[in-house]
């Protein structure tokens, strides 16, 4: 179901949530033209953001202890230099949950950066679905503007 977007939207991120709330999948794109902070490849973006990530800076929901777990690695997007990480977090909801996030980065010729994010759980009975879920969905996802 795709999720409603928040009133100061720019119109770059969408997202989508199961009916469950246990997947939620979001695509979205820093446009070159309108930001000059994207950083030169995709590795340094996934590098970038896990950093921020790891110094607090979360926005996510995550709680601050246990410590999240991740590392950015270089892949590729259609033959074209990529980057990815698995992030493992727990959020701050009561009960606290343990999700995992799969997140794809990718900067096409233009300088646009796009990026993939699936959140599923982290343990239990449905980590292993939520794991085929992001393979499915990363396998599928088509940026048209390489």
Request: glycine share 8%; aromatic share 8%; charged share 30%.
């Amino acid at each position: 179901m795709r999720d409603r977007p928040s009133d100061d939207s720019d119109g770059t991120l969408v997202s989508f949530t199961d009916p469950s709330g246990m997947v939620r999948i979001e695509t979205d794109r820093d446009l070159r033209s309108e930001d000059e902070d994207i950083e030169a490849s995709a590795s340094e973006e996934a590098f970038s953001h896990w950093n921020e990530l790891k110094d607090g800076e979360y926005g996510w929901g995550i709680a601050s202890a246990p410590a999240l777990g991740g590392q950015p690695r270089e892949t590729t997007y259609k033959d074209r230099e990529a980057a990815t990480n698995t992030i493992v977090c727990t959020t701050t909801a009561t009960p606290p949950v343990v999700h995992e996030a799969q997140v794809t980065y990718y900067r096409n010729e233009d300088g646009d950066m796009y990026r993939l994010r699936v959140v599923y759980p982290g343990k239990g009975h449905f980590a292993e679905d939520g794991r085929e879920i992001a393979r499915t969905v990363l396998g599928s996802w088509d940026v048209h503007e390489l």
